[in-house]
């Protein structure tokens, strides 16, 4: 069931800022991304063009997960910060790391390329949650 006293405002800000910190994220650590995924920085972006079509996807993505995520927000109590942030690490351990860790331990990925992407959606889920429990 969906709540209805969700701040939609605050779902686009929050997906926003998400958005920024995976810019920033990926940009610092896209060397150690490229060596765990086993190529280099260069065959990242071939053409040396940033994936403008991933990028836009991305933004809607995060924009999808900011919207669910306020539901559960809403629906635990009271919208402050530390239940966005309490709300968020709970939706990150539960759903996304553990999906992360199967998905790529199947598949025979390294630990490296796990952490990179698991603290990356920590870091995005807790950016949600901060923004969308402050309004």
Do not use: K
């Not at 800000?13 to 060596?35: E, I, K, M, N, T």
């Not at 990242?44 to 991933?54: A, E, N, S």
């Not at 709300?87 to 598949?107: E, H, K, M, P, S």
């Amino acid at each position: 069931m969906l709540v209805a006293s969700v701040n939609y405002l605050a779902v686009f800000l929050a997906a926003v800022a998400a958005w920024a910190f995976s810019a920033v994220w990926y940009y610092c650590f896209s060397r150690r991304w490229a060596d765990a995924l086993g190529i280099t920085r260069e065959q990242l972006m071939p053409d040396g063009r940033q994936p403008v079509g991933t990028m836009i996807l991305s933004f809607f993505a995060q924009l999808a997960m900011a919207a669910i995520l306020a539901h559960f927000i809403a629906i635990t109590g009271p919208a402050s910060v530390l239940t966005g942030l309490l709300t968020a690490a709970a939706c990150w351990f539960g759903f996304v790391l553990t999906t992360i860790v199967v998905n790529d331990r199947y598949t025979r990925s390294s630990l490296a390329l796990i952490a990179v992407a698991s603290w990356h959606w920590l870091g995005v889920l807790l950016i949600m949650g901060a923004v969308i429990g402050a309004f």
